[in-house]
């Protein structure tokens, strides 16, 4: 047993975390195993039990990713009470790392995030008493030592699931409701919590899960919270052009959709030779319009200032996308709230668009009742304070196209979609048949679509012998285009008319990012738990 009072570097120290373990690992936590931590939130002391490095299979390919850090706030071990909740009902918040498809290690608390410009939301829940259990999970670039490929999907999902079964399985040795579990992710990894509370018990996801040596457990969870989920992969690019296909310059800069090698690096270095120029944050540099736009998740793609014109073949393809959309949606057989049937015509107008500009309309006028000065949006119509009608061509304008069509299935297979697609062997695929009609690359692989159909959400909810999460909140911000308003629009509209609860919102001003707003997020947690 390790003393409490080890401090939680020297315990990381002495947890050598093996990467390709032929070893059979216990699904059982040891409860013994931890360290505690203090750490400031809000001018409060919290102070919390690390149990960090859990790997949560019992046969795991990459130790490093398939395991989880969990934190317990130390009153609860005290028989106290935390922002009313005790050890028998804290809700268990779940986030993942996971970012441009990539692996993501296990969470863990920080006082200051770079990109939070504050307390991360592992803080943030520790200081409103939940349990943190957050798992790592493999991605699409993880090899093993022959050169294979390890993470490509659906690894990252059945990864959550395995981590959700070593919770129950280890219920009741540890503070935390196992049926209040509470998933929370952004961009791909909001994808990823929405898939987690999508497809909840699902048979299709158990020969992994039995391979892996994963509990043999339930891995349903409660709530699902997705940030601008990156979802919905084989339908997005159609949804993209419906959106942005006037458009015909994009920003994105790089091709395979992670950072720069530069940038990785760690530094704000200026590249050797030509290349982008790394803008300095608040730059006003007008001369410069090769710019990097800094303020973008770690692994989301890159995107630069200056524009590049579209390829003939690739504004072809978006006539294509763009014509295929209506058709896509009236298959899905939506209804508002209201009851209206969201539709389109071949034109692309309808009730659906109609639905789609009331998102931001109503985002614009919640910014306009706080102060906001809009005066400067040419593409919403405003009268006496009121936001009557905007123009979704305008918005497009407005809002830039970040990424070339197709915006997920690139015709050269360089998108990090194409490469979540792979298999052990192939690192990039297809998975629509445009791309693969259209394709530039020179071998045009595909995905089968038994594996595109395991990472869409969207077949599952609702579906027999599946457990969706019974809440959920997504939010896109008014701004974001690393994939269109429609894709979480219609994840929210599908949950909502199968009688799910569905908090969905389009905050303004926001791009693409999470957990910016942890006050209303842990508020709507409080909602649900109580
Ligand atoms: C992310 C962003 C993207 O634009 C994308 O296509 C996939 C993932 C991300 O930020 O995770």
């Known amino acids: 047993a390790v003393p409490a009072q080890q401090t939680r570097q020297q315990l990381q120290q002495t947890q050598q975390t093996t990467q390709q373990s032929q070893q059979t690992y216990s699904l059982d936590l040891d409860v013994s195993d931890y360290a505690v931590d203090t750490m400031q939130y809000e001018g409060k002391h919290i102070v919390f039990r690390a149990y960090e490095n859990k790997v949560y299979v019992a046969h795991p390919v990459d130790t490093t990713y398939q395991s989880m850090n969990i934190y317990v706030p130390e009153e609860y071990f005290e028989g106290k009470s935390v922002h009313g909740y005790t050890a028998q009902t804290a809700p268990i918040f779940l986030p993942n790392t996971v970012g441009g498809y990539m692996p993501g290690k296990a969470g863990q608390p920080s006082e200051y995030d770079q990109r939070q410009g504050g307390p991360n939301a592992i803080l943030a829940a520790l200081a409103r008493g939940c349990v943190v259990a957050a798992p790592g999970a493999r991605g699409r670039t993880n090899q093993a030592a022959d050169g294979t490929y390890t993470g490509k999907a659906p690894a990252l999902l059945v990864d959550m699931k395995a981590a959700i079964r070593y919770l129950r399985h280890n219920k009741g040795v540890l503070p935390g409701d196992t049926e209040k579990i509470i998933s929370n992710g952004t961009s791909a990894g909001g994808a990823l919590s929405a898939l987690i ?27 699902s919270s997705d940030y601008c989920p990156i979802t919905d992969l084989e339908h997005a690019d159609m949804a993209y052009e419906w959106v942005f296909g006037d458009v015909t310059d994009y920003h994105q800069n790089n091709a395979i959709g992670a950072m720069p090698a530069f940038l990785q690096a760690g530094g704000q270095t200026i590249p050797m030779g030509p290349g982008p120029v790394v803008a300095s944050p608040g730059s006003t540099d007008s001369n410069n319009q090769n710019m990097l736009v800094l303020d973008r998740p770690a692994d989301a793609p890159a995107e630069e200032q200056k524009g590049t014109e579209m390829s003939d073949q690739q504004k072809a393809v978006s006539a294509v996308l763009r014509k295929a959309f209506p058709a896509y949606v009236n298959r899905l057989h939506l209804t508002a709230p209201d009851g209206t049937a969201l539709t389109l015509d071949k034109n692309g107008e309808g009730t659906f668009k109609e639905y789609i500009k009331k998102l931001y309309m109503k985002s614009a006028q919640t910014a306009l009742d706080s102060g906001t000065d809009l005066s400067g949006m040419d593409w919403l119509t405003i009268h006496n304070g009121v936001v009557t009608d905007m123009d979704l061509g305008k918005y497009a304008v407005y809002a830039t196209r970040l990424k070339a069509a197709p915006a997920f299935d690139s015709l050269d297979l360089s998108a990090g979609e194409n490469s979540e697609f792979g298999s052990a062997t192939i690192n990039a695929r297809h998975f629509t048949p445009w791309g693969k009609k259209y394709n530039t690359a020179g071998k045009a692989y595909q995905a089968d679509s038994k594996l595109i159909h395991l990472l869409n959400p969207l077949y599952f909810i609702g579906k027999r012998d599946v457990t969706t999460a019974p809440h959920w909140r997504i939010r896109h911000g008014s701004k974001d285009r690393d994939t269109s308003l429609v894709v979480p629009a219609i994840l929210a509209l599908c949950l909502q008319q199968t009688g799910h609860d569905v908090d969905f919102a389009v905050p303004w001003g926001r791009g693409h990012a999470g957990d910016y707003d942890l006050d209303e997020l842990f508020a709507w947690i409080d909602t649900i738990c109580g």
Do not use: Q, V, W
């Open 197 to 223: 509370g999508a497809t909840g018990n699902s048979k299709e996801y158990e020969p992994y899960l039995k391979a892996m040596g994963a509990a043999e457990e339930r891995d349903d969870i409660f709530a």
